[in-house]
């Protein structure tokens, strides 16, 4: 076994990498960069490849152990047992993670642009043959491409939930927002057919509904907060459909995993019932989540197009 297999914070690292990008093709992989929202001065940076000015990224001079990943698909690119202070400005790493950085050498050859390998989001350069350590390599890169986990808490792995709430690519677009939230995944579930089509779904024959799967952190936000939002971003009031979208396809149901999170369930239905709501949401375990075609994935996000089928409403 490898030096890099025998790290438990790597292997931890790994079992999150393997979560985020099981089974998921090419094109999903580069969808994936819609899933989190870039400040204007990320965007700068990450998108136009910028440079964020010398000595004032929050990186610059961390040594806390752990695992920096990118700011804006969440892959792991560097160990923090890799970093090394260059007094150049910016953190400075003179390893990767085997496969995490891809590298372009600019059209005259003067300097390497590193980019992250999953998304393409440009971390900085990389350097050779400046001798500051043994393997006389440093990665530049930019604090703000960056975001930290520390290793106490690379053990704790991420949580499921699937909400149905109408159309997934409303339900998506709203749930995938939400802080804390790793990805969501718009699919069919509740039914009885394995692997079923949109059009099987369609004709109604094979009794799922349109769902979403949300893949979160649980140190940023839990079953509850993503439960209260699912009820402010459709209306669980409508007994034949969501908004436009009439049948059982399109019906609200809250899955659970454990009899806590049905007891957080039918506690949000309560207290929405007290003011006066008749909500028609049905609350049931949860069944195997298909994922849906392709082109059902990020759907508001690769077409730029606005929700017709959801408008947000406090609730709570
Ligand atoms: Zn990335």
């Given at each position: 076994?490898?030096?890099?297999?025998?790290?438990?914070?790597?292997?931890?690292?790994?079992?999150?990498?393997?979560?985020l990008?099981?089974?998921?093709?090419?094109?999903?992989?580069?969808?994936?960069?819609?899933?989190?929202e870039?400040?204007?001065?990320?965007?700068?940076?990450?998108?136009?490849?910028?440079?964020?000015?010398?000595?004032?990224?929050?990186?610059?001079?961390?040594?806390?152990?752990?695992?920096?990943?990118?700011?804006?698909?969440?892959?792991a690119?560097?160990?923090?047992?890799?970093?090394?202070?260059?007094?150049?400005?910016?953190?400075?790493?003179?390893?990767?993670?085997?496969?995490?950085?891809?590298?372009?050498?600019?059209?005259?050859?003067?300097?390497?642009?590193?980019?992250?390998?999953?998304?393409?989001?440009?971390?900085?350069?990389?350097?050779?043959?400046?001798?500051?350590?043994?393997?006389?390599?440093?990665?530049?890169?930019?604090?703000?491409?960056?975001?930290?986990?520390?290793?106490?808490?690379?053990?704790?792995?991420?949580?499921?939930?699937?909400?149905?709430?109408?159309?997934?690519?409303g339900?998506?677009?709203?749930?995938?927002?939400?802080?804390?939230?790793?990805?969501?995944?718009?699919?069919?579930?509740?039914?009885?057919?394995?692997?079923p089509?949109?059009?099987e779904?369609?004709?109604?024959?094979?009794?799922?509904?349109?769902?979403?799967?949300?893949?979160?952190?649980?140190?940023?936000?839990?079953?509850?907060?993503?439960?209260?939002?699912f009820?402010?971003?459709?209306?669980?009031?409508?007994?034949?459909?969501?908004?436009?979208?009439?049948?059982?396809?399109?019906?609200?149901?809250?899955?659970?995993?454990?009899?806590?999170?049905?007891?957080?369930?039918?506690?949000?239905?309560?207290?929405?019932?007290?003011?006066?709501?008749?909500?028609?949401?049905?609350?049931?375990?949860?069944?195997?989540?298909?994922?849906?075609?392709?082109?059902?994935?990020?759907?508001?996000?690769?077409?730029?197009?606005?929700?017709?089928?959801?408008?947000?409403?406090?609730?709570?």
């Amino acid at each position: 076994m490898s030096d890099l297999f025998k790290s438990k914070a790597t292997k931890a690292m790994l079992i999150v990498l393997l979560g985020l990008f099981s089974a998921q093709g090419a094109e999903e992989k580069r969808m994936e960069k819609k899933y989190r929202e870039l400040t204007s001065e990320e965007a700068r940076v990450i998108l136009k490849k910028g440079t964020e000015a010398p000595f004032t990224g929050k990186y610059e001079k961390t040594k806390e152990p752990g695992v920096y990943t990118c700011r804006q698909c969440g892959a792991a690119l560097y160990r923090a047992e890799d970093k090394f202070i260059a007094h150049c400005g910016w953190p400075a790493f003179d390893d990767e993670i085997p496969g995490a950085v891809r590298r372009n050498v600019d059209a005259d050859g003067s300097r390497t642009e590193i980019l992250c390998a999953s998304c393409g989001g440009h971390l900085g350069h990389v350097f050779k043959g400046e001798e500051l350590t043994k393997k006389n390599v440093r990665h530049c890169v930019n604090s703000i491409s960056m975001d930290f986990v520390a290793e106490k808490n690379l053990d704790i792995p991420f949580k499921r939930a699937v909400f149905a709430g109408g159309c997934f690519w409303g339900v998506e677009y709203y749930l995938q927002k939400a802080k804390g939230v790793i990805q969501a995944v718009s699919g069919y579930t509740g039914g009885t057919v394995e692997n079923p089509t949109y059009e099987e779904v369609c004709r109604k024959k094979t009794g799922h509904v349109e769902a979403v799967e949300v893949l979160y952190d649980p140190q940023q936000t839990n079953f509850e907060t993503l439960a209260r939002l699912f009820f402010e971003i459709h209306d669980p009031t409508q007994a034949n459909g969501q908004g436009p979208d009439l049948g059982e396809q399109y019906l609200s149901v809250l899955f659970y995993k454990n009899p806590e999170e049905k007891a957080v369930a039918e506690k949000l239905i309560g207290l929405l019932k007290e003011k006066g709501l008749q909500v028609v949401t049905r609350v049931e375990p949860t069944k195997t989540f298909w994922k849906a075609e392709s082109r059902h994935q990020d759907y508001y996000f690769v077409t730029g197009k606005q929700p017709y089928c959801h408008r947000p409403e406090k609730r709570f």
